[in-house]
């Protein structure tokens, strides 16, 4: 009843200490169960070890994947819930083919007894095996449909990163929306944003050319309807992919102050000695 007697804000602010707090307690308890599990296993310690080691290689497949749909900051799409999530189910999916590889090493004999390459195999090769297909179904309607543990991880893995997507989705909006406030000069924001990309030493001629054209798509006559301020807006979200936050921060705070116009310099007074 109180909880939903709050202001959306201060709710929103709850779920943030809470949703983490719920987390850490669930890692906790997860951490218990299978500490307690080890100490009964029977695995020599240094099994484990490497069962650690094959679960941070598939959280490295993971973060890499999140690496390249997320360019703007690819870090902080990490730490959010779904980010979390997405790396610590890669994991959980390389320990699971790692326990397997070593459960039933005729799977691949040249592994057996060797727990680094095994290690190695689970933690890179564990998402190739578990979305492999056992069979196909051929519906009446001539579509083939896998069947298999794919549909399963792939469902859940999408779901994951829309919901990653949605919270940069979010958090970019509002970043943008907020500063480009008082910009309402389509040609001349353009023309700076070109200027800035010469900042970058690395950026690459795709990169740049990605921008220009999307430059070019609110200069033509599709959008010429369109107010300066939206054209900004959407030219403002391209240029975020490639500079992140702080970067995109700098440089609209340089552009208001180039935008400004100028007061005019004083005209020299009169010298009265001057004849």
Sequence with gaps: MAWQGMQAADRKRAERVIVPLI????????????????????YPWHWWGWAC????????????EILSRYRDEPILACTTNGGVSYLLLNGALSLAAFWLLCRYPSIFPSLKGDLFLTSVAGGFGAVTVFRAKLFTFRASDGKDYPIGPAIVLETVLKTLDQKIDRKRATDRQARVFQLIQGLNDFENTAKYFQASLNSFQNLTPQEKADINSVIDEYR??????????LKIMALGFAFLDI??????????????????????????????NQP
């Design 23 to 42: 987390f850490l307690v669930g890692l906790l308890t997860i951490s218990v169960f299978f500490s307690l599990y080890i100490m009964n296993s029977g």
């Design 243 to 272: 500079a992140g936050n702080e970067n995109f921060d700098k440089v609209i705070e340089n552009l208001k102050q180039f935008l400004t116009p100028k007061p005019p310099a004083p005209a020299n007074p009169p010298n009265p």
């Design 220 to 229: 033509s006559q599709k959008t010429a309807t369109w107010p300066d301020g």
């Design 53 to 64: 080691g094959s679960a941070l290689f598939g959280m490295s497949v993971g973060f890499s």
